[in-house]
């Protein structure tokens, strides 16, 4: 071993060591690992910063942006509309559920499907009275193994594609994952339909800040517009499209209020509702019936192209102007430019016009306006901002552009038009450009810490195979397999790929892996091709511990989640794989060079 070679190795064994500590945050480490790398130099300044403009980041990035676009949409909503209401015990739920999630992440990043579905399976828990903690980790483990099944599914398959492209001069197809990976997907539902049951039906979620503001029930005025169909919904027909989660307060008509209307009243063009509900649940109240916020339609005067219009939620202090005062006298609009869109009263439900209702102290109010105009809004009228989340209340969806534009360039990608980081890049690009997301949530999805740990990470992988690391590893792994058959030596690679992920991010195993099994394959006279899929495998399937994979780390807390738990149903998932998996990968990838 040459002392390159020992830097190489002491660099990434003391960052594997930082990483299972626990310590130091996963993108502290590896850029201090980097900066290490310079400093001894193994890692040569000219490349220190190659991460960040390779492929593989830019892909990721273009990933969560789409996938962010998804949720935005609230397509998938729409789709499984029909279908939620069916879903009465975890018998059933389960595997729709975990059905739907794995084929998301089929055709976006898996985190962002999971994310996606996340809440749609936590009102069907509370509808029902199921566990989350039923429903939650069968989904996290779904949308990993769906994953798989192709190029953009998880990062390790952009990875082991780089890594292939380095070796080979070609890297892997957008779906030249799929005959392995749906495979092994269907293997996993199956089971995940079945062995649930392990799982603790008495884990209580942890609440997040997030979930206790959403909590908020707002009163805001609703109209139908004037194209509304005559007579087409009634009082009972609407309340039923706001599932229980929106309460129709009053119905005004000619500047007349009738509160708590009847059932059989029909709604006419320009008819006003005052409801009363959670931001989101009226947000997809007004999708599904086309009705419209009253009080957004006057246009917000923005000081330049690159302002935004964003919704607020603060609280009225004590020395608030608006204390006592209603919502017309205050004019807000001709005042400060901005727009009351409801009004959260605790204790209290509103039930008077919106217009006319007195303001008091310590009511949460829903304030759209431009980005710039809004905070001095806020403190010329003594309003609290409260803690920062994405409120949407008014904006527009884009429901079926997200899946064409997405559709669209995996086709161009699947056919060899375009290369895949072009393709994602364009995705990402013509969404944010016809309105699927906004700039500001585009940067919101990007995951900063995931993004910075791969680009840190893919120089200080290269020293590995620059130093002669890799070649020196394979060559001790070859005096083991040599002679044992080639599906052994595939499951050994398979088998540590799945060992090292639970204790670090599933990203960083393959930069360290993928090279070691590409080597050792040339020296047993094999294709590489089968050693990379079981690296892309092994990594992509963490079922054991709630840090290797975003997936388990984003269940853990709404689903009330022990780390013991994880190994309960992740084990025997991870043997099933295991086995299936070395078999399944020399059906379609032979050992043959």
Request: aromatic residues 6%; contains cysteine.
């Amino acid at each position: 071993m040459t002392l390159q070679q020992g830097l190489a190795f002491g660099l990434v064994g003391g960052a594997i060591v930082a990483f299972v500590w626990g310590r130091f945050r996963y993108d502290l480490v590896a850029l201090a690992a980097l900066a290490a790398g310079l400093a001894m130099g193994i890692i040569p300044a000219s490349a220190a910063f190659d991460g960040f403009a390779n492929d593989v980041t830019v892909i990721i990035a273009c990933a969560l942006v789409v996938s962010a676009a998804f949720a935005r949409s609230g397509v998938i909503e729409m789709a499984m509309r029909g279908v939620l209401p069916r879903l009465r015990t975890e018998r059933s739920q389960v595997p729709v559920l975990t059905g739907a999630v794995t084929l998301l992440s089929m055709a976006t990043k898996n985190v962002g499907a999971l994310a996606i579905m996340m809440p749609v399976a936590l009102q069907v828990a509370r509808r029902t009275g199921s566990a989350p903690s039923r429903l939650l980790m069968p989904m996290a483990f779904g949308a990993m193994a769906g994953g798989m099944v192709t190029l953009v599914g998880t990062a390790p398959n952009i990875i082991v594609a780089e890594v292939r492209q380095e070796m080979l001069g070609r890297p892997f197809a957008m779906f030249d994952y799929a005959p392995v990976g749906l495979g092994l997907t269907a293997l996993a539902l199956v089971f995940l339909a079945f062995a649930y049951r392990i799982l603790p039906k008495d884990r209580q979620g942890a609440a997040m800040m997030n979930a206790a503001l959403a909590a908020n029930a707002y009163a805001t005025e609703v109209r139908a517009p004037e194209d509304w169909a005559p007579s087409s919904l009634s009082m009972t027909e609407i309340t039923r499209l706001g599932d229980g989660q929106v309460r129709i307060m009053a119905l005004i008509r000619d500047g007349r209020r009738r509160p708590a209307p009847r059932g059989n009243t029909r709604v006419k063009p320009g008819d006003v509702l005052l409801v009363e509900g959670r931001e989101e649940a009226i947000e997809a109240f007004l999708d599904r019936t086309r009705l419209r916020l009253v009080r957004d339609d006057r246009p917000i005067i923005m000081e330049g192209g690159a302002e935004e219009i964003l919704v607020v939620e603060a609280v009225i202090g004590r020395n608030s102007p608006l204390q006592g005062q209603s919502v017309r006298q205050s004019d807000l609009y001709g005042q400060h430019g901005v727009n009351l869109l409801g009004v959260s009263r605790s204790g209290y439900a509103l039930t008077q016009h919106l217009r006319t209702a007195r303001l008091n102290a310590g009511d949460i109010v829903l304030l759209q306006g431009a980005e710039q105009r809004l905070p001095v809004a806020l403190q010329a009228l003594d309003l609290l901002p409260l803690a920062e989340r994405e409120v949407r209340l008014g904006g527009v969806r884009r429901k079926f552009m997200p899946a064409v534009v997405l559709a669209l360039a995996m086709t161009l990608v699947g056919f060899g038009v375009l290369p895949v980081s072009i393709g994602f890049f364009g995705a990402a690009v013509v969404i944010v450009m016809l309105g699927g997301l906004r700039m500001r949530e585009a940067y919101a999805a990007l995951d900063g810490p995931l993004l910075v740990l791969i680009a840190a990470l893919i120089p200080v992988s290269e020293a590995i195979q620059s130093t002669g690391g890799a070649d020196l590893i394979a060559s001790g792994l070859r005096q083991v397999f040599s002679g044992l058959p080639g599906v052994l030596a595939v499951g050994g690679v398979m088998l540590a790929s799945m060992a090292v992920t639970p204790f670090l991010n599933n990203a960083a195993t393959v930069l360290i892996v993928a090279p070691i099994g590409a080597t050792l394959a040339r020296q047993l006279g094999y294709s590489p091709d089968p050693f990379l899929m079981a690296v892309a495998v092994g990594a992509a399937c963490d079922f054991l511990t709630p840090i290797g994979h975003q997936c388990n780390t984003l269940v853990m807390g709404p689903g009330g989640y022990r780390f013991a738990d994880y190994p309960r149903l992740g084990a025997p998932l991870s043997l099933l794989v295991l086995l299936a998996g070395p078999p399944l990968i020399l059906l379609f990838w032979p050992l043959a060079a």
